[in-house]
Nanobody
Framework: VQLQASGGGSVQPGGSLRLSCTVS????????VSWFRQAPGKEREGVSC??????????KYGDSVQGRFTISKDHAKNTVYLRMNSLQPEDTAVYYC??????????????????WGEGTQVTVSS
């Protein structure tokens, strides 16, 4: 099983980025996928998650990103996306994606992840 996060980079405040999490070795229909981030000296934070269904999926967002970030996915490409708008310096962190096996089509969360990917750095600075 492999989760590959990509799309990070450096942007100015107010800018946008789209992260991708491409999975292999697991069936996306069976796993909820979550994005986390960790800034230097801070604890890991759950950013967003999406349930395992192809349509009518459930999503969840952390309070600090609600309204600015949007999670989506493409099962045909085995990829989960995180669109990040209105980025601020406090969004600077390494972003990780992770997968949790679940039978609940309406569930996603930030605990009990089964697989983790390598992170991608996001830096927001003027």
């Amino acid at each position: 099983v492999q989760l590959q996060a990509s799309g990070g980079g450096s942007v100015q405040p107010g800018g946008s980025l789209r992260l991708s999490c491409t999975v292999s070795g697991l069936i996306l229909d069976l796993y909820a996928v979550s994005w986390f981030r960790q800034a230097p000296g801070k604890e890991r934070e759950g950013v967003s998650c999406i349930s395992n269904t192809r349509i009518h999926y459930a999503t969840k967002y952390g309070d600090s990103v609600q309204g600015r970030f949007t999670i989506s996915k493409d099962h045909a490409k085995n990829t989960v996306y995180l669109r990040m708008n209105s980025l601020q310096p406090e969004d600077t962190a390494v972003y990780y994606c992770a997968a949790e096996r679940t039978r609940n089509s309406r569930y996603c969360g930030f605990n009990g992840m089964n697989y983790w990917g390598e992170g991608t750095q996001v830096t927001v600075s003027s």
